[in-house]
C-alpha cells in the first residue's frame, strides 16, 4: 500500500469575492508515493505546488477526488504527516530544544522519553549544542535545521516541505539539501519536497514528478537512480536539467 495517494484530485478556489467565479489549482492529479521515496515537486510559480503539499498534510480538503494516507482518507493534520514551511515557524519565546519538545506536546511520550528524543533529533540535524538558545539567535538555515528537527523528535512518516530553504543564499542551501539527502538515506523517511528549481530537484529527489502551470497539471515523471551524478558539473546531471527544462511552462503572470 501507497504511503500517500492524491486519486484524481480537482482542488478549485472561488476566483472573486463574490464568489461567483471558481478558478481550478489543480486539475485531476493523480500522485502515489510510495514509503521511502524523496519526491520532488516542481513546476512554474502558481501551478499548485503548495496546495498539492496543504491536501497532503490535510489542510485542505479537495474540491473532488481522494487524498489518502495509508490507504485511508486524509481528514486533517496530523503528526504522521509533518510540515516544514518556507517561512520559519518557529516560537520566538521558546528556545531551540523547547520548539523542538513543543511537536511533542498532548503526545503520550514520558518527559524522560520526550527529552532523549529532542536530543537526538537536534544532534541528527548538528544543533545539539544550540538546544538552549532562542530562535533569534539562529541564523535562517538553523532554524529550517530546528523544524526538521521537530519533525523528526515526532517521528512523522511523511515530511513534507514547502520550499524550506529557498529564502537562503546559494551556499547554505546547498549544504542544507545535502544534509537533508544525507538524513533521508539513512533514515529511510518519506519525504515530499517542494520546488521551483530544477538544479535542486535533481541534487536530492529519488523522483521527480513536474507541473503545468496553472491548472496543474502532472506533466511528466522522473526517477532518478540513487547513484546517478546529480551536480550539474556532469554531464548525465545536466542532460536531464535540458530535459526537464525543455518540458517545463514558462510561469503565468
Ligand atoms: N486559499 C486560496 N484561495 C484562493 N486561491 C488560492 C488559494 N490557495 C491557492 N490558490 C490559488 O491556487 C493556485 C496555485 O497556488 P499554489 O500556492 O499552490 O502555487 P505554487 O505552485 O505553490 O506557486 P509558488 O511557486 O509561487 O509558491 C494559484 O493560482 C493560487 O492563487
Ligand atoms: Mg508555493
Known amino acids: 500500500m501507497p504511503l500517500l495517494e492524491l486519486r484524481d484530485v480537482t482542488r478549485a478556489f472561488f476566483a472573486d469575492r463574490a464568489r461567483s467565479k471558481l478558478m481550478v489549482a489543480l486539475d485531476n492529479v493523480s500522485l502515489v508515493i510510495e514509503e521511502g521515496e524523496f519526491v520532488s515537486l516542481l513546476g512554474p510559480s502558481g501551478c499548485g505546488k503548495t496546495v498539492t503539499l496543504n491536501l497532503l498534510a490535510g489542510f485542505l480538503e479537495p474540491t473532488t477526488g481522494q487524498v489518502l494516507f495509508r490507504g485511508e482518507e486524509v481528514r486533517g493534520p496530523s503528526p504522521e504527516r509533518g510540515v516544514v514551511f518556507q517561512d520559519y515557524s518557529l516560537f520566538p519565546w521558546l528556545s531551540v530544544g523547547e520548539n523542538v519538545a513543543y511537536a511533542l506536546k498532548g503526545s503520550k511520550v514520558p518527559k524522560a522519553e520526550r527529552d532523549q528524543r529532542v536530543h ?18 539562529l541564523s535562517g538555515g538553523m532554524k529550517q535545521r530546528v523544524a526538521i528537527a521537530r519533525l523528526l523528535a515526532m517521528d512523522s512518516a511523511a515530511m513534507l516541505m514547502d520550499e524550506p530553504f529557498s529564502a537562503l543564499d546559494e551556499q547554505t542551501r546547498t549544504a542544507l539539501d545535502d544534509s537533508l539527502r544525507n538524513l533521508w538515506s539513512q533514515q529511510g523517511k518519506t519525504i515530499v519536497f517542494v520546488t521551483h528549481s530544477i538544479a535542486e530537484a535533481i541534487a536530492i529527489s529519488s523522483r521527480i514528478v513536474l507541473y503545468s502551470s496553472s491548472p496543474g497539471r502532472i506533466v511528466r515523471e522522473w526517477q532518478l537512480p540513487n547513484d546517478m551524478p546529480r551536480d550539474l558539473d556532469y554531464p548525465e546531471a545536466r542532460a536531464l536539467r535540458d530535459e526537464i527544462r525543455a518540458h517545463m511552462d514558462p510561469p503565468r503572470l
Open 120 to 137: 537526538n533529533a537536534l544532534q541528527q540535524v548538528g544543533l545539539d549544542d544550540m538546544e538552549d538558545r532562542r530562535p533569534n539567535l
